[in-house]
């Protein structure tokens, strides 16, 4: 490589356009979205990771708006050149994929669509918008550089690793090296048996670059055995669901450079704040946990000023005085909603309920004595503790194995002799 040759990628990801149709805002995935095709003037290159759209089957109004946004780098002069496309043997390449700045997508999960039939990630491929890659490598060159992108998109979670390795891609030689995915990583997201993920050390080798989309806050670090690959999340381009994580984090597009190996981080002013707020509560009433939330929105309106109505989120946890966890807050919602776009999330727990947890949990730690020695000890157990419930049908599901269900049961079924109360 010659000093000075550098290809400059943009990169964005998960825009979810038809998202909001119908609410506040319905318009957010696509004005951000412009904005970020606009920060993308002067790369070579433009890469989208997948959730292009919020729906497997967007409305025709959705896919017109997407294709007028993905249309614009097309009016633009760039000197990159498409030099081959391996395994894209389906069908031609379409005009419209030679001219301006290329697209390079990847199909996501709210993309993804039965077996033989066109997701609409493949339809702008076939129309000439983008570029599609599932287990395919698109090699462009400007200059004395060249790029080599592979793609595999978006695919169930209890399969990804088998299709990883049944896929599993290479870089190319005297290329810069990117690879395209959207999978949930264990290092980010919770994965478990029933929600499976992969792990950093399985994602293809000798890569320079590692783009994942579908985790929607932005994060990156370097993998491999010597730290040779960036790992980069590049976030969402707008906020679907209002996480901690997330509300920290803004939304933009991640400018990379293949000469250095760098990135640069360009914000979305277009985005709307996030704002996360945990209340938390030790054994109140319901009006002084009213009384909390009204007093931080009240200081929220004095502090700050907002371009656009914010996103807020607050989770109330803790305990509630008394027997009765439920409380309405709807009419704070009404209150406030003239300056927030509010939710409310009770997570709190009624002083019973909290003491059921905590006999449940001791009798969980006993799974394995009650295995053991039967019937008996459950019972004995229960009889010191002054607590009733069906012995039979909780100790058959224990020794299945079955604690979730087991915990369930008893959190609904459990009485307390008075006492103990």
């Not at 896919?63 to 050149?81: D, I, Q």
């Not at 960036?230 to 990379?256: C, H, M, V, W």
């Not at 004995?380 to 909780?394: G, W």
Request: glycine residues 6%.
């Amino acid at each position: 490589m010659h000093k000075g040759d550098t290809i400059k990628i943009a990169i964005f990801s998960d825009t979810h356009f038809g998202f909001g149709t119908g609410k506040e805002t319905e318009t957010d995935s696509y004005d951000q979205a412009e904005e970020a095709f606009t920060l993308s003037q002067g790369c070579d290159l433009i890469i989208v990771p997948g959730d292009i759209f919020d729906s497997r089957v967007p409305k025709q109004d959705v896919l017109a708006k997407a294709l007028n946004l993905f249309f614009r780098p097309k009016e633009l002069t760039c000197e990159t050149e498409l030099i081959e496309i391996k395994g894209k043997n389906h069908h031609k390449i379409h005009p419209l994929n030679k001219s301006g700045i290329p697209i390079i997508a990847i199909a996501g999960t709210h993309e993804r669509r039965g077996k033989d039939v066109i997701n609409p990630v493949e339809l702008m491929d076939q129309t000439g918008y983008l570029i599609n890659l599932h287990g395919e490598t698109v090699i462009y060159k400007k200059d004395n550089e060249k790029v080599a992108i592979t793609g595999i998109s978006g695919v169930p979670e209890t399969f990804a690793k088998d299709v990883f390795e049944k896929i599993d891609p290479k870089p190319e030689n005297g290329c810069a090296n990117i690879f395209l995915m959207h999978q949930s990583v264990g290092e980010y997201v919770y994965t478990d048996e029933k929600s499976p993920g992969l792990e950093l050390e399985q994602l293809p080798k000798n890569f320079d670059l590692i783009v994942n989309g579908h985790i929607h806050w932005r994060n990156q670090c370097h993998i491999g055995p010597k730290k040779e690959t960036l790992f980069l999340l590049p976030g969402s381009t707008i906020t679907t669901q209002i996480r901690k994580n997330e509300a920290e984090k803004d939304k933009g597009i991640t400018i990379y450079d293949t000469e250095t190996k760098t990135t640069e981080f360009l914000p979305l002013k277009s985005q709307r704040k996030v704002i996360y707020k945990e209340i938390r509560c030790d054994s109140e009433d319901i009006k002084t946990i009213k009384c909390k939330i009204i007093e931080y929105l009240t200081e929220l309106e004095k502090k700050e000023e907002f371009r656009k109505k914010p996103l807020l989120r607050i989770k109330v946890l803790g305990k509630i005085q008394g027997n009765n966890h439920r409380i309405d807050f709807s009419d704070i919602i009404k209150n406030y909603e003239k300056n927030f776009i509010l939710s409310v999330k009770n997570n709190l727990e009624s002083e019973t309920q909290a003491k059921n947890k905590e006999l449940v949990a001791k009798l969980i730690e006993n799974r394995m004595s009650i295995d053991s020695m039967g019937l008996n000890i459950m019972k004995d157990y229960a009889d010191k503790e002054k607590i009733t419930f069906n012995y039979n049908h909780i100790f058959e599901l224990l020794a299945d194995g079955n604690i979730d269900s087991a915990e369930i049961e008893l959190l609904e079924n459990i009485t307390i002799s008075k006492e103990t109360k």
